[in-house]
């Protein structure tokens, strides 16, 4: 019998039609997550279909082991393929994933600013955000250089792929909030969205997460970079990522949300982010 991803799953991965043709049948047995209490199951349910399970979290598909490391390997070469799919890229962290965000947790939990991030989970969205007012800040804040970002590489927050495969409801607030602070990682960082600074932002993940998916990014990133960005790359940028992120507290254990008229500089002191090289495009 073939194994076959929800529906839900199969509309995440477009493009994906290796993936697709993998999960050609459904799978009864073995998925994870809590299953639905009987009030909750149809009363017209057979005991030959396929048993019901209850979400751990709004979008949540549940995974075997065997799904998960089909998924990390299509997502992988999605991902090498076209670095700029961010829907893959989100499939790999998720499915690869898991220690490394245990480890993340535990570090938020052993942290006070962490742990009351952990409790509060706040979310980085336009809904959230007063863009206006952060516009209005003086230069040099956090919160105006982070709309500055925004502006300059025409991106925005809600363009983050909410967490979907990890079976593990703190954990996958964990992966959120990383996502989340990705951009603001760039503006303490001073890089851009070209290949070279999200290279530089991967290397500095890399170090402080351990995420499989931010490793392979540093790793096989620079593979598209010419002879001259390269050079700047492994003699300039990525010594001074991986001392950063070497020295720098865990980036999940800052409330950036309460932090955005501090100066990027004293930020960037807090948390012990070395000064950024002078950046050649």
């Known amino acids: 019998m073939g194994l076959l991803l929800p529906r839900r799953a199969q509309s995440f ?8 043709r993998v999960f050609a049948s459904c799978m009864i047995t073995g998925r994870t997550g809590p299953r639905c209490s009987a009030s909750q199951s149809s009363a017209a349910d057979s005991p030959m279909e396929e048993e019901k399970y209850c979400p751990l979290y709004p979008g949540h ?14 997502s992988a070469c999605m991902a090498l393929y076209d670095p700029y799919r961010h829907d893959m890229v989100a499939v790999l962290g998720e499915t690869t994933g898991y220690l490394a965000l245990q480890k993340l947790r535990e570090r938020m939990r052993n942290d006070p600013e962490g742990y009351r991030i952990l409790q509060e989970r706040p979310r980085i969205r336009l809904s959230t955000l007063d863009i206006s007012g952060l516009r209005a800040l003086p230069d040099g804040t956090f919160g105006r250089e982070y709309v500055r970002f925004l502006d300059d590489n025409k991106v925005s927050p809600d363009t983050r792929m909410p967490a979907k495969f990890v079976d593990d409801e703190e954990l996958a607030y964990v992966v959120q909030r990383y996502r989340e602070v990705h951009d603001l990682m760039h503006t303490l960082l001073g890089m851009p969205t070209n290949m070279l600074g999200e290279v ?34 492994t003699t ?20 950036y949300e309460h932090r955005w008229e501090q ?3 004293s930020l960037r002191d807090e948390m012990g982010i070395f000064p950024p090289p002078t950046m050649c495009a």
């Open 263 to 265: 100066t990027v500089e």
């Open 200 to 233: 530089v932002v991967k290397w500095f993940e890399a170090v402080q997460t351990g995420l499989p998916m931010c490793i392979l990014g540093a790793v096989f990133g620079p593979v598209r970079l010419n002879a001259r960005k390269l050079r700047i790359l």
């Open 61 to 74: 598909i549940p995974t075997t082991p065997l799904q998960k490391a089909l998924l990390a390997a299509g």
């Open 236 to 255: 300039e940028l990525i010594p001074w990522a991986v001392r950063s992120g070497n020295n720098a507290g865990c980036i999940l254990n800052f409330y």
């Open 13 to 20: 991965l477009p493009g994906v039609v290796n993936l697709r």
